[in-house]
């Protein structure tokens, strides 16, 4: 846990310094300032980390059902690379958001009371507790059923009222 704090204050605070920089580029009338924060503002959205969760609650399902040994090759090659993932895509529409913040956009923080980052914490606490999940074959099966819906759900969904 302690390495993936470490990773998102770290992409965190370098996507807010490429905000910022985008930004001051931008302020002083520099066309490639404007192409940098529109680069960045179209990755800083809950839209984008959609995608991402549906194919970790996919690869969660495999672990699931396949065989411990055949199983293994799942968390190595996948989800601990999609858990990942999903860290530094939070931790960059974290930093975009505290550098338009701190370039005076008050309502900039507002954005991530957007009820959509709440796969976020889905995600990094199921695989935190995916090995717990394994354990019993009642609890493989109710997960298996809990991942299906939660893939179908971010693939499918709007997410929108």
């Not at 609650?57 to 799942?74: N, Q, T």
């Not at 974290?94 to 980052?117: E, I, N, T, Y």
């Amino acid at each position: 846990m302690n390495k993936a704090i470490t990773s998102f204050a770290l992409v965190a605070v370098l996507t807010g310094f490429a905000m910022a920089l985008s930004l001051a580029v931008a302020r002083h009338g520099y066309p490639m300032g404007v192409t940098g924060v529109r680069r960045l503002d179209a990755i800083a959205s809950a839209d984008t980390f959609m995608p991402l969760a549906a194919v970790y609650f996919i690869a969660a399902m495999l672990m699931m059902v396949l065989p411990l040994r055949a199983a293994s090759l799942v968390p190595t090659n996948a989800a601990d690379t999609l858990h990942w993932a999903v860290i530094a895509l939070f931790a960059t529409i974290v930093g975009c958001l505290a550098a338009r913040w701190a370039f005076g956009q008050a309502s900039a923080p507002w954005a991530l009371l957007d009820w959509r980052f709440l796969f976020v914490a889905v995600v990094v606490g199921c695989h935190a507790a995916l090995d717990q999940f394994r354990r019993d074959v009642l609890m493989r099966t109710l997960f298996f059923i809990a991942f299906g819906a939660a893939a179908l759900a971010c693939l499918f969904w709007s997410f929108r009222f």
